[in-house]
């Protein structure tokens, strides 16, 4: 095998085949240069159990916005949705007074990237597209997602950068492999939205989740294949690409200090998932 295989842990078996300590196997790949997380970052069994619980909460919340969501309700209408479903359920919404944020979720509409304040003048359109980021507490443990909506009957350049989003988000996923990297990952989701026309922001991106709101790794979607931090079982982080029409570039709204448009004025898409790198794969917690 070679040693640039994804499977590679250092014993030169397959993985599924491999029984040397997993603190054995990180140390064998640090001892080759690569970057490998640290001991913290990998979830226990209990977490995760714990992780988990949110996960499910956070599904939970977003089907029920997706049950609601329709042309002419406010985005902050949509920010009730989420409080209510959240706090019944015993959760807290995570975004709600985070570094100062005032609401409960993202709602992020046609030229916006990402981090949209919901606001009760803000009614979805015919046409719109709309990404919900959802974001949950549950007993101290963190989860996130979020999803791209289409209100009513959209253009086709609208119609096909979501699909191409999806796309890049699944071709990423399937790139994510036990003792392979971040960078697979992320050439995988670059390099199927340039061959579409489209860039990825490159300043924003994903991250590790689950015992905090963001914890390390950044997770980039434009670093080469084979790039960035090993993927070692027990790691939990988000796949997240915003896909822009045009450029990559962005401004952040002045007023708010929260709200990231497209430099350009073009549409913007992201997708999200939660993931948890396995012994076999990844199983994604929450999309």
């Known amino acids: 095998?070679?040693?640039?295989?994804?499977?590679?842990?250092?014993?030169?078996?397959?993985?599924?085949?491999?029984?040397?300590?997993?603190?054995?196997?990180?140390?064998?790949?640090?001892?080759?240069?690569?970057?490998?997380?640290?001991?913290?970052?990998?979830?226990?069994?209990?977490?995760?159990e714990k992780i988990k619980a949110s996960a499910e909460l956070n599904t939970k919340v977003l089907d029920a916005v997706a049950e609601q969501i329709h042309a002419g309700m406010s985005t902050e209408d949509i920010d009730k949705i989420?409080?209510?479903v959240t706090t019944k359920n015993g959760g807290i919404p995570a975004p709600l007074n985070y570094e100062g944020f005032p609401k409960s979720v993202c709602t992020s509409i046609n030229n916006e990237i990402c981090h949209g304040i919901p606001d009760k003048n803000i009614i979805l359109q015919e046409g719109d597209i709309i990404n919900v980021d959802v974001s949950t507490i549950l007993n101290g443990y963190f989860s996130d997602a979020s999803r791209m909506f289409k209100i009513g009957q959209v253009s086709?350049?609208?119609?096909?950068?979501?699909?191409?989003?999806?796309?890049?988000?699944?071709?990423?996923?399937?790139?994510?492999?036990?003792?392979?990297?971040?960078?697979d990952i992320a050439d995988a989701i670059n390099t199927h939205a340039q061959e579409n026309g489209y860039s990825v922001v490159e300043e924003i991106g994903g991250h590790g989740i689950g015992l905090?709101?963001?914890?390390?790794?950044?997770?980039?979607?434009?670093?080469?294949?084979?790039?960035?931090?090993?993927?070692?079982?027990?790691?939990?982080?988000?796949?997240?690409?915003?896909?822009?029409?045009?450029?990559?570039?962005?401004?952040?709204?002045?007023?708010?200090?929260?709200?990231?448009?497209?430099?350009?004025?073009?549409?913007?898409?992201?997708?999200?998932?939660?993931?948890?790198?396995?012994?076999?794969?990844?199983?994604?917690?929450?999309?």
């Open 1 to 48: 095998m070679e040693r640039n295989d994804p499977c590679w842990c250092g014993s030169g078996k397959k993985y599924k085949k491999c029984h040397m300590p997993i603190e054995e196997k990180m140390q064998l790949h640090a001892d080759r240069g690569e970057i490998v997380p640290s001991r913290k970052l990998l979830k226990t069994p209990f977490q995760i």
């Open 82 to 84: 989420v409080y209510d």
């Open 156 to 183: 086709e350049r609208a119609e096909r950068l979501v699909k191409v989003t999806e796309e890049c988000l699944e071709l990423g996923l399937a790139a994510a492999k036990p003792w392979g990297h971040l960078g």
């Open 212 to 287: 905090e709101f963001h914890e390390d790794p950044f997770v980039s979607f434009v670093t080469p294949k084979g790039s960035e931090m090993l993927l070692v079982p027990g790691m939990m982080f988000t796949i997240e690409p915003m896909i822009n029409e045009g450029s990559p570039d962005f401004f952040v709204d002045e007023d708010n200090g929260w709200t990231v448009y497209t430099i350009d004025d073009g549409l913007s898409a992201q997708i999200e998932y939660m993931v948890l790198v396995t012994e076999d794969g990844v199983e994604v917690l929450t999309k």
